[in-house]
């Protein structure tokens, strides 16, 4: 069931949707690295004629193309390609992350859910003391205010569930929001327990995650950007060709009379002022030392995290086996109340007081299962 809500809101979720365009806009910057230099194009009419031994020179057409230095194409799709895999990496954290929320939401709302259900079966157990009280007022084994005080408690036992209804509808609400659904009512297990042995996990499994693999992507991009502005500060070579139109001398005969002029040209770019690229290369040194710091101090910050949602489980384990244990002893000093009932006088204080306790460690129990699992999915986001 909580498999299928997470992969609709893998689905649906226009936070992973624009992410994902995001990474096809990368993707499509590889295929815009691989082109060259605009195509200069240049037409001009010779206003004052020039005249030649062939004929007056009448209008020039001029065309040009810069070629980047050898590698400077494929350093520059390098780059890109880097940049799209980095990227990526964002779609991955951000389903991971959306797999928490929605995890932790589900299991908030079933705690909201399984104490609304335990409050019900208290009241209908004070219902049933009710009785009792007011069979024992008729034959002077209890007073009036005995059945006034369990009426008092079942008051504030509705109160409370009435509390948590309001508190599931807007869990619910936000539940639906994460699926990205119209509201509709969210169906939950029944029953939920906690692994009788705690799953086996190893720290190293830290060293994968996504968070930190985009730290490497970042870095493997600028070591492509270094390449490629070594490969931007080496010459370019331009080629063109010049066509020179020329008009026939009149009253004249021979072989080259008004023969058009074509002249290839080839061109040098020469970077000697080359402090931009010098500085560039230091900028993306000074980068490379940054990520690495970063990638370090978020590694500690996870790490920490990790270690936390663990020791907070194994927390939530030991409150569930005490509350286990805490119901069990509670019930039997019910049923002990219950049987001196039979031949003495019931104290419905005790009565009041034990019923007390048991729906405290079961409201307890219920809220150990909610955090055991609410660290899990923080520690499946961190580890998996």
């Given at each position: 069931m909580l498999e299928n809500y997470i992969q609709q809101a893998t689905?649906?979720?226009?936070?992973v949707e624009a992410i994902e365009l995001q990474y096809e806009v990368a993707k499509e910057k590889v295929n815009a690295a691989n082109t060259l230099p605009n195509t200069e194009i240049g037409a001009g009419y010779f206003v004052s004629e020039p005249e030649t031994r062939t004929g007056a020179q009448k209008a020039k057409i001029s065309v040009r193309q810069m070629m980047p230095w050898f590698g400077t194409i494929t350093a520059r799709e390098n780059y890109s390609s880097s940049l799209a895999d980095a990227a990526y990496v964002d779609i991955v954290i951000a389903k991971r992350q959306l797999a928490m929320q929605v995890t932790q939401t589900y299991y908030q709302l079933y705690a909201l859910k399984t104490k609304q259900e335990i409050l019900q079966q208290n009241l209908e157990l004070l219902n049933t003391y009710e009785d009792l009280a007011l069979n024992a007022?008729?034959?002077?084994?209890?007073?009036?205010?005995?059945?006034?005080?369990?009426?008092?408690?079942?008051?504030?036992?509705?109160?409370?569930?009435?509390l948590l209804m309001g508190d599931e509808l807007a869990m619910e609400s936000k539940f639906n929001n994460l699926l990205h659904q119209e509201e509709q009512p969210i169906m939950v297990e029944d029953s939920i327990t906690i692994p009788a042995e705690e799953p086996m996990l190893t720290l190293e499994?830290?060293?994968?995650?996504?968070?930190?693999?985009?730290?490497?992507?970042?870095?493997?991009?600028?070591?492509?950007?270094?390449?490629?502005?070594?490969a931007e500060a080496l010459p370019s070579v331009g080629i063109g060709l010049d066509y020179i139109a020329v008009?026939?001398?009149?009253?004249?005969?021979?072989?080259?009379?008004?023969?058009?002029?074509?002249?290839?040209?080839?061109?040098?770019?020469?970077p000697i002022f080359n402090n931009k690229y010098k500085s560039v290369e230091r900028q993306l040194d000074i980068q490379q030392n940054e990520l690495k710091a970063q990638k370090e101090n978020r590694k500690n910050e996870l790490d920490s995290r990790l270690k936390e949602a663990l020791?907070?489980?194994?927390?939530?384990?030991?409150?569930?086996?005490?509350?286990q244990k805490n119901i069990e002893q509670a019930k039997d000093a019910e049923e002990i109340l219950l049987k001196q009932y039979e031949t003495d006088q019931l104290d419905f204080q005790d009565v009041l007081d034990i019923q007390e306790l048991q729906l405290k460690f079961q409201l307890k129990q219920v809220e150990a299962i909610k955090n055991y699992y609410l660290q899990t999915a923080i520690i499946n986001y961190l580890s998996n």
């Open positions: 689905e649906n979720s226009p936070q007022v008729e034959v002077d084994k209890a007073s009036s205010v005995d059945v006034l005080k369990l009426q008092i408690r079942q008051n504030e036992i509705s109160e409370q569930r009435e499994d830290l060293e994968l995650h996504p968070e930190l693999e985009k730290y490497d992507q970042l870095f493997l991009s600028i070591k492509k950007s270094t390449v490629l502005n070594q008009e026939e001398r009149p009253n004249m005969n021979f072989s080259d009379n008004g023969k058009d002029i074509f002249m290839p040209m080839l061109s040098v770019s020469i020791q907070q489980r194994i927390s939530a384990r030991i409150s569930y086996q005490t509350q």
